[in-house]
C-alpha cells in the first residue's frame, strides 16, 4: 500500500506493513485502528494527519516532523522513534511506548498526561515544563534526559534508570520510585548518604 499515491484519505482497521519513506511528506490521512508494522519513516513530514487507536510495530520513525498532526490511544510496540518533535503535534492524548526507544524526542512544554513509556530507552530525551501527572515511566533508561519544572505527581519510576531529577525544580508528590536509582534524586540536596 502506497500512501503517497493512492486518492484515498480514510483508512479504517487496516494492516499496513512494510511501507519505507524518506524524506517525503504525508498529508491529510487518517488512520482509524491501523495497524503499521515494520513500517520505516525516515525525514518525514506527516502533515495533518490523524491517528485514532492505532498501533506500531517493529517500525521506525526517525526525525520526522508530526506538523499539526493527531495522536490519540496510539502504541508503539519494539519500535524506534528517534528525534520526533512531538511539539508539531496538534494533539497527543494516550500515547504508549513499549520495550521501544524514544531517543532525543521532544516533549517540551506538552500536556501528556497519563503518558507510558515502559521497557525502553529515553535517551536524551527533552520533558522540559511537560504535564505528565499519573505516567507510567516504568523500565526506562533516561540517560540524560531532561527533566525540569516538569510534572510528575503520581508517577510511576520504578525499575527506571539513570534519571537526573532535581526534587527542587519539579513536581513528584505521590511519585514512585524503586532502590538503589532513587538515591539519584539525593544528589540534588547537597547531603551525603553513607551505605
Not at 76 to 105: H, M, P, Q
Request: charged content about 30%; aromatic content about 12%.
Amino acid at each position: 500500500m502506497n500512501l503517497l499515491t493512492v486518492s484515498d484519505h480514510e483508512y479504517t482497521q487496516k494492516t499496513i506493513t512494510d511501507l519505507q519513506y524518506e524524506n517525503e511528506t504525508i498529508e491529510n490521512k487518517k488512520f482509524d485502528e491501523c495497524v503499521f508494522k515494520k513500517c520505516h519513516f525516515i525525514s518525514c513530514e506527516i502533515k495533518n494527519c490523524i491517528f485514532i487507536d492505532c498501533i506500531f510495530e517493529d517500525c521506525v520513525l526517525s526525525a520526522d516532523l508530526p506538523t499539526n498532526s493527531r495522536f490519540i490511544d496510539v502504541s508503539f510496540k519494539n519500535s524506534k522513534i528517534i528525534g520526533i518533535d512531538w511539539t508539531k503535534a496538534k494533539e497527543l492524548r494516550n500515547l504508549i511506548f513499549k520495550k521501544s526507544s524514544v531517543d532525543y524526542c521532544n516533549f517540551r512544554f506538552l500536556e501528556i498526561k497519563g503518558i507510558k513509556i515502559e521497557e525502553s530507552t529515553a535517551v536524551e530525551a527533552d520533558f522540559t515544563e511537560a504535564k505528565m501527572q499519573s505516567s507510567t515511566l516504568t523500565g526506562t533508561d533516561f540517560e540524560k534526559a531532561i527533566f525540569f519544572k516538569t510534572d510528575l505527581t503520581k508517577s510511576d519510576f520504578r525499575n527506571s534508570k539513570n534519571y537526573n531529577i532535581d526534587p527542587l525544580t519539579n513536581k513528584l508528590k505521590e511519585a514512585r520510585f524503586s532502590y538503589p536509582e532513587a538515591i539519584n534524586l539525593l544528589i540534588h540536596l547537597d547531603i551525603k548518604v553513607d551505605y
